[in-house]
């Protein structure tokens, strides 16, 4: 081993999902020149190719049910951390960190708790006894602070990705993300997704695909327009990911969260289009993207023809670059400083929880619990206001169609 300490990284990683490897880039790229990196891997779920991928190759792999490791003298704490997950897929690691009296981190997470839960609820606990909690989203931390949680107001880790220069040939164009959701896609989806790639050429764009899991390369064989040589097959690695985005005209999400992130992040023109999730028959809002989108303020329409009847014919002067406000950016410094700090000074060392200097104190571009309040309270009624028009327009359509307008 490199280095007398080592660290646990956990996450669902090893699958081939983009945004969930750029956590891990980034997290490894952080730490690497302090610890050992110890990432421990469901190979049940995990790609067949993992253990060729960077930053695997530079790892201590071991399986999930390897935990009797983090008693190992050398274990400094464990790093939970990325997107929607919460400590439960990695409970046994969590629990089994804190018996072992390793440090324990969760950040760049959403996380809520439902209104009403009792006082003793495990949460409550878990939440208590962690050395770090950060979350990435304004809706999360406006949800914990007010049920009096301590927690950092960070960011998500793929902020910090690096970047892969794509060649020449696969520069320029018009980029589409389009996420699988366990089911194949239904007709009214494969007509729409046609429209969308008519309508870009038509604009004057080479249409290609980038899947962002392998779930997802196996879903565009769903669509007969799409052939395989229009499809950029890089999922595994998040950098080149970022690289073909970063050159791209611009990039559609139709689906995935972290197309929007590292387009932002790499200043190429983005938006959203609900993916049309079916479930039972009833469609079920992408909401993740829904709220992403409200916080910085990137279009999200709730169909296809919503967005080509925005865009119009002039489609390339309306689209624009939106950047993340600098305070994301500082957001996450502050993120991975505690990660630092906290992973590498003895626990009599830390400041006490409300103490100057402990993570749930002032954090670069957070919001008092009073703005909070105000803010979610601005939002709700914003999206309220939203939904009344969209309920009104549905009314008029249908009175429309029956020849009542």
Sequence with gaps: MKHEKSVVLLGFFARGNAGDEA????????????????????????????????????????????????????????????????????????????????????????????????ADHIRFAIYDRLDFLSVRTVKSIDNLRKNNIPVHHGADWALGLGVIEPPKDKRGGALITIRAFGEPPGDEHRRDMLALHKYLERQGHKVRYLPFAPEDRKFLDHFPHIRPSIIENVWHDPRQVKGLIKEADFVVSV?????????????????????????????????????????????????VNEAIEAYGDDFNTKVTVKDFAPDYYERLKSQMGYVRQILGTPAEELPARGTEGHWAGATAGGRTLAVSQAQTEADEAAREEKRRLKREEKRREKLAAKGKV
């Design 255 to 303: 689906g995935r969260l972290h197309t929007l992130i590292l387009s932002m992040t790499a200043h190429t023109p983005t938006f959203a289009i609900d993916p049309k999730i079916m479930a039972d028959g009833r469609h079920i809002l992408n909401r993740k993207n829904v709220f992403f989108t409200e916080e910085v303020g990137l279009p999200f329409y709730y169909s």
């Design 23 to 118: 956590f891990l880039h980034v997290q490894y790229e952080l730490l690497k020149d302090q610890y050992n990196i110890i990432v421990p891997i469901e190979h049940k779920n995990a790609h067949p190719d993992f253990h060729k991928w960077y930053p695997y190759t530079e790892c201590e792999i071991i399986n999930y049910d390897e935990i009797p490791r983090l008693y190992g003298q050398d274990v400094a704490g464990i790093h939970i951390g990325g997107g929607s997950l919460a400590f439960g897929f990695s409970g046994q690691f969590l629990l089994t960190a804190m018996d072992a009296r390793k440090k324990t981190l969760i950040s760049g997470i959403d996380a809520s708790l439902k209104p009403r839960l009792p």
